[in-house]
């Protein structure tokens, strides 16, 4: 038996993540209807690196887990492996996961999360929402967290790092003067 080959790519490092405004609003209402029933959830976003070392956003993809009061997990295996060969397909890397956790609850990694993240790759970034994305998905809010893969576990950016490496860009801007 041969070892099967990996469906993702080994993303280069990423100074800079670059998401369309509207991508993070539709996230919001995915998140915030699991959230609604008390639900955590989760979401993987996957995309391309520029030239200069930063990385975009195409797609944000909504796995099909089982949810219940206090976790997600994978559904089996046929199933992630759609969400997996999806990026393969398209050679896409995955970025990020975001998830959410329940209104008054920390947003730093549980060590569920830790162990139970999309991708092991280091690099690889988690974003936890608070409060179930109440207040929708905003990635310069201050409660809101990202951790970042190393070789000695996941690290926490502090916020300033967070604000000049997650970048936010709207994704249609109409300049015409009449308004066409």
């Known amino acids: 038996m041969t070892p099967q080959t990996p469906l993702t790519h080994t993303c280069p490092p990423v100074r800079k993540y670059i998401l369309q405004h509207c991508m993070l609003q539709l996230l919001s209402l995915w998140l915030q209807d699991a959230g609604r029933v008390g639900i955590e959830d989760v979401a993987i976003a996957a995309g ?4 200069d070392g930063d990385a975009v956003v195409a797609s944000v993809l909504h796995p099909n887990a089982q949810r219940k009061r206090g976790w997600y ?5 046929a199933t992630w492996d759609e969400l997996y060969s ?4 398209h050679g896409m890397y995955y970025l990020m996961q975001m998830h959410t956790h329940p209104r008054g609850c920390s ?3 549980s060590s569920r999360d830790d162990v139970g993240a999309f991708s092991d ?3 690889f970034v988690s974003v936890v929402v608070p409060d179930f994305a109440d207040r929708g998905v905003d ?3 201050p409660r809101t967290t990202v951790h970042e893969r190393t ?7 502090p916020h300033a790092e967070a604000m000049q490496r997650m970048v936010v860009v709207p994704a249609l801007i109409n300049l015409q003067q009449d308004g066409r």
């Open 86 to 89: 999806f990026g393969h397909r």
């Open 107 to 109: 947003t730093h990694h």
């Open 121 to 123: 790759r280091l690099g």
């Open 73 to 77: 997990e994978q559904r089996d295996g």
């Open 48 to 51: 391309y690196p520029t030239s």
């Open 139 to 141: 990635l310069h809010d």
């Open 151 to 157: 070789a000695n576990g996941w690290r926490v950016w």
